[in-house]
């Protein structure tokens, strides 16, 4: 485990700049290989909360991890509402506290993520430690409607649902 470990680090560790933006596969189709570093990142953290979370232990929670994780999370539902041809252009921002961040999420024909000094006058807004944030995108945690700037339209659910469609538990 270590030697394959080990492996891996050197592998990832001595990829150039334009190799992360090789396509790569993915639960959602082909996307750069940070979009699967991030995926792979989300899964090995939600999986570490699984084992570590029933057992009483305080998990680590590395800013940039949870920061990743979160943007994965909030990707993952909308692509899948992308998929499933349910999605329609709008914006989601999640302002986080603990740490202090803000993540963008434009949803057009792609969904497009990134960290922004302002939210845009018409996008929903959801407001929260990242890490709740994170368990409740995932399906973790219910949807905690105090997070929200307003309500959601019915037409804007599918931006925090897509997990929890395709995990079967919506």
Do not use: Q
Not at 30 to 35: N, P
Not at 140 to 162: C, E, Q
Request: proline residues 5%.
């Amino acid at each position: 485990m270590c030697a394959s470990s080990t492996a891996l680090c050197d592998l990832v560790n001595g990829l150039s700049a334009d190799a992360w933006s090789v396509l790569a596969e993915s639960p959602l189709g082909h996307v750069s290989l940070t979009a699967v570093a991030h995926h792979a990142l989300w899964d090995a953290w939600i999986h570490e909360r699984d084992v570590v979370l029933p057992l009483g232990l305080t998990p680590s929670e590395e800013v940039d991890e949870v920061l990743a994780s979160l943007r994965n999370a909030a990707a993952l539902n909308a692509g899948f509402a992308l998929m499933a041809g349910v999605a329609t252009p709008t914006t989601l921002v999640l302002e986080t506290s603990e740490p202090d961040a803000r993540v963008v999420l434009a949803v057009d024909e792609m969904v497009h993520a990134a960290s922004a000094d302002a939210a845009p006058p018409d996008a929903v807004v959801l407001r929260g430690r990242a890490v709740d944030l994170v368990e409740m995108l995932s399906t973790r945690l219910p949807v905690d409607s105090t997070m929200f700037d307003s309500a959601v339209p019915d037409s804007k659910r599918w931006l925090i649902s897509g997990l929890a469609n395709i995990f079967e538990v919506a």
